[in-house]
């Protein structure tokens, strides 16, 4: 059974910060990019960074850029998404998801090419 479990979600303040875990099972980890994206209330769901199974390439939204840093642990089929400086606009629930595509993951940083989801964790930046 394919599981991606993300936990690390809760309520900081802003300028605080958070680590996101995603922890996946039931498929060949190594072979997939994974990204995390974030939905908020009334709000489309967007891509926030990814990073990729082929070379270990990441892209960041530019709304997250030089706040956020996510990275694997292969070993552990984990990947992170350290949050530094957050803001009351990151507020979201955040997703991790799996796609399988051999190629750096900002060629398509998509949400309908991901073909795994977790169920999301809440995470709350309070002003």
């Known amino acids: 059974e394919v599981q991606l479990v993300e936990s690390g979600g809760g309520l900081v303040q802003a300028g605080g910060s958070l680590r996101l875990s995603c922890a996946a099972s039931?498929?060949?980890?190594?072979?997939?990019?994974i990204g995390w994206f974030r939905q908020a209330p009334g709000k489309e769901r967007e891509g926030v960074s990814c990073?990729?199974?082929?070379?270990?390439?990441?892209y960041y939204a530019d709304s997250v850029k030089g706040r956020f840093t996510i990275s694997r642990d292969n070993a552990k089929k984990t990947v992170y998404l350290q949050m530094n400086s957050l803001k009351p606009e990151d507020t979201a629930v955040y997703y991790c998801?799996?796609?399988?595509?051999?190629?750096?993951?900002?060629?398509?940083?998509?949400?309908?090419?991901?073909?795994?989801w977790g169920q999301g964790t809440q995470v709350t930046v309070s002003s």
């Open positions: 998801a799996a796609d399988w595509i051999p190629l750096p993951c900002s060629r398509s940083f998509r949400a309908p090419r991901y073909d795994y």
């Open positions: 039931g498929f060949r980890f190594d072979d997939y990019a």
């Open positions: 990073i990729s199974s082929s070379d270990g390439s990441t």
